[in-house]
């Protein structure tokens, strides 16, 4: 049985709530999250299960450019966008989520849904057992070629996964001695060019017909533009919690959450 279109809204705005906080609080995982709710909901709303893993990337990346824009605002507020490191690493992350975008299109659905929960499992493991570096944020933010070229491979794993790329940029931003607060701040004003070339990739990239009504290549109108909408109101609150919690106990449980979320893709695969 289909799901109506009032009722795939609803859901959609849930999921962009969900979503939105997780963005501000983590700078990691809502990516992901929406990924694997699209993929199982998709189907129910009409789209071909053959598509649904397209639709499901290409929809949560054209939603985590007005999630990532609003996080990145409510950061911005409160000083811990790294500005100078965003305008070195945004040459290589349009180019990087454009050619990403582009090799997945060619990809076959089972392998990408594996891939999506190989890299779940990956990133519940790095949340699980990553050790977070102590900084009093008093680092010059990085910058130079080298960020260009690191931009460049988070576009592209992001475009290929459907994320933001908060799981990469992170931890490379507090490695590089960021203090974490800032690494996720900076990696939301990051997640606005990925999602940006990624997502135009998937619209431009995408065969003709490649999806039945309401999309653009293999963006789903609907799914993007109701999830968006909720994350916008949500992220700020994340950002809030972001500012007064530690978030390891938060992240302990949102990474047994992940285990499950690949394991719900490698069941459907």
Same mark, same amino acid.
């Given at each position: 049985?289909?799901?109506?279109?009032?009722?795939?809204?609803?859901?959609?705005?849930?999921?962009?709530?969900?979503?939105?906080?997780?963005?501000?609080?983590?700078?990691?995982?809502?990516?992901?999250?929406?990924?694997?709710?699209?993929?199982?909901?998709?189907?129910?709303?009409?789209?071909?299960?053959?598509?649904?893993?397209?639709?499901?990337?290409?929809?949560?990346?054209?939603?985590?450019?007005?999630?990532?824009?609003?996080?990145?605002?409510?950061?911005?507020?409160?000083?811990?966008?790294?500005?100078?490191?965003?305008?070195?690493?945004?040459?290589?992350?349009?180019?990087?989520?454009?050619?990403?975008?582009?090799?997945?299109?060619?990809?076959?659905?089972?392998?990408?849904?594996?891939?999506?929960?190989?890299?779940?499992?990956?990133?519940?493991?790095?949340?699980? *057992?990553?050790?977070?570096?102590?900084?009093?944020?008093? %680092? +010059?933010?990085?910058?130079? &070629? /080298?960020? =260009? $070229?690191?931009?460049?491979?988070?576009?592209?794993?992001?475009?290929?996964?459907?994320?933001?790329?908060?799981?990469?940029?992170?931890?490379?931003?507090?490695?590089?001695?960021?203090a974490p607060v800032r690494a996720v701040g900076t990696s939301s004003a990051c997640g606005v060019a990925i999602g940006l070339a990624s997502a135009l990739g998937y619209a431009l990239h995408a065969p003709a017909g490649a999806l039945p009504a309401h999309a653009l290549g293999y963006v789903y109108l609907p799914a993007a533009?109701?999830?968006?909408?909720?994350?916008?109101?949500?992220?700020?609150?994340?950002?809030?919690?972001?500012?007064? *919690?530690?978030?390891?106990?938060?992240?302990?449980?949102? %990474? +047994?959450?992940?285990?499950? &979320? /690949?394991? =719900? $893709?490698?069941?459907?695969?």
């Open positions: 049985m289909l799901l109506s279109l009032p009722v795939s809204m609803l859901l959609f705005l849930l999921l962009g709530a969900i979503a939105g906080v997780l963005a501000g609080l983590l700078g990691v995982g809502g990516g992901l999250v929406l990924v694997a709710a699209l993929a199982w909901l998709l189907p129910l709303m009409g789209i071909p299960q053959e598509a649904a893993m397209h639709a499901a990337l290409a929809s949560s990346l054209a939603s985590i450019v007005l999630t990532a824009a609003a996080s990145a605002r409510a950061h911005h507020r409160r000083g811990s966008v790294m500005w100078t490191t965003v305008a070195w690493m945004v040459p290589g992350l349009l180019l990087g989520g454009w050619i990403g975008s582009g090799l997945a299109v060619r990809i076959d659905d089972a392998v990408l849904r594996y891939l999506v929960a190989g890299y779940c499992l990956v990133a519940a493991a790095q949340m699980l *057992l990553g050790r977070r570096r102590a900084t009093g944020g008093d %680092a +010059a933010p990085p910058r130079g &070629v /080298g960020m =260009s $070229l690191a931009g460049s491979g988070i576009g592209a794993l992001s475009a290929v996964i459907g994320i933001g790329g908060g799981s990469m940029t992170v931890p490379l931003l507090v490695a590089l001695g960021s533009a109701g999830v968006a909408a909720a994350s916008v109101f949500a992220a700020p609150y994340g950002t809030r919690l972001a500012h007064h *919690l530690s978030g390891e106990a938060l992240k302990r449980v949102f %990474a +047994a959450f992940l285990v499950l &979320v /690949g394991g =719900s $893709l490698l069941l459907g695969a």
